[in-house]
């Protein structure tokens, strides 16, 4: 019987308005993309979900596969922003916003790549000093 309540209870915990539409981690407030080439925008959503992502007045639609993935593909997108993205599946929706498209590193290598800026010599004049706004920064 106590088995029967916990399930219960967990159902109830789960929201009935439960949002299924999702994108990869990578687009998010302050994402940078690629600029000049093809923008492919993915995530996940209900199977078979009509999917519709719209960028600084480019638009792309994809469906979702029976797992629920998706993949819109935007084209390029000259060197700018800020942008707002916006992705609508059905009744939800996701915005993302200051979206700029630059140039995009990968950065790969041993321990010493995760030196951070606080743990250099004069870290507090360094960090007082700084002035570039424009950087961007995902950990992988």
């Known amino acids: 019987m106590k088995s029967v309540l916990v399930v219960l ?10 949002q299924s539409l999702n994108l990869s981690k990578l687009y998010a407030d302050g994402a940078v993309v690629q600029r000049d080439v093809a923008l492919p925008v993915f995530g996940h959503a209900l199977p078979g979900a009509a999917v519709e992502v719209t960028l600084a007045g480019m ?37 993302v916003t200051d979206v700029h498209a630059g140039d995009v590193w990968l950065a790969s290598g041993q321990s010493n790549m995760e030196w951070t800026v606080a743990s250099s010599a004069n870290a507090a004049a360094e960090v007082s000093a700084a002035n570039d706004p424009m950087i961007r920064h995902f950990k992988v």
């Open 9 to 18: 209870l967990l159902c109830m915990a789960v929201p009935a308005s439960a």
């Open 59 to 95: 638009r792309a639609e994809a469906t979702a596969d029976a797992s629920g993935r998706w993949v819109a593909q935007l084209p390029a997108l000259p060197a700018g922003g800020p942008h707002t993205m916006t992705v609508v599946s059905g009744e939800e929706s996701l915005t």
